[in-house]
Structure formats: C-alpha cells, structure tokens
C-alpha cells in the first residue's frame, strides 16, 4: 500500500492540473470541435511536442526504467484500423465532452453523468475485446 501512494498522490496532481487548466471542461472541448479556440489544440499540441521529444531522448541515451530495466517502445504500422478507432474515439469524444483521461477527473469533480461515459467507455472496451480477432489490425 505504502509503494502505491505515490501513484495515488501523482494522479491527484495530475486531476488537479487537468481541472486547473480547463481540459476536462466539457465547454473547452465543445469549442474545440467546433474551432472556436485554440485552448485545447495548445495543450494537445505541447503534449505531442512533449511525448515526442522525451520518446527521441529515451531513444538517444538509452534510458532505463527506475528499476534498471531497457524502455522498449516499439514501432506501430499504420492501418486502416488505426483511423476507424480515431474515428470512432474522436466522434465519442465530441458526443460526450470527456476522453478516458478526464473522466476520472470529472468524477472527482462531482460531475454525476461522468458516470455514464465511464461505463460507455468500460462497455465500448470490453465489446473490442470481444469482437478484436474480426476487426482490421
């Protein structure tokens, strides 16, 4: 339990930032789809920048795990599925107001219909994992 906190304490921070930096508003994403400010692209844009840059250093240096292991992060084709799932994730995402990062935050928020699109989400998972072996990889 102990060892755990620190997770507990990280995820807290980091719902605290999402609340603080209005991208779990379902108004801020609203206005994203609908291009009416450029908030949510900057923030989704610096986090892209972010992931990139720390991918490229892990790579170059050959960083390792805090427990000494090699950080493996291997190549993903591209396919058709690919843009069906963003498709089908990015329609979700502008129906609901909330993509699974924030639902959490929402619900600590308070925010009750949270609940439904956290069971959407658990539901639209477990129907991939059923229907996964049919579906274009």
Partial sequence: MKKNIRFFIVGSLFGIV??????????RI?????FQSFHMYGVIGSAVITGLLSVL???KFNIKTMAGEEVVIPRKPFNKGTVIGGLLFGL???LTGSC????????GMGVPVAIVVLLSAMTGTWVYGLLRDRLPH
């Fill in 18 to 27: 999402f609340l603080k930096a209005q991208i779990i508003s379902w108004f």
């Fill in 30 to 34: 609203q206005e994203m789809f609908r």
């Fill in 57 to 59: 250093l892990i790579r």
């Fill in 92 to 94: 979700g995402w502008g």
């Fill in 100 to 107: 699974p990062g924030p639902i959490f935050a929402q619900l």
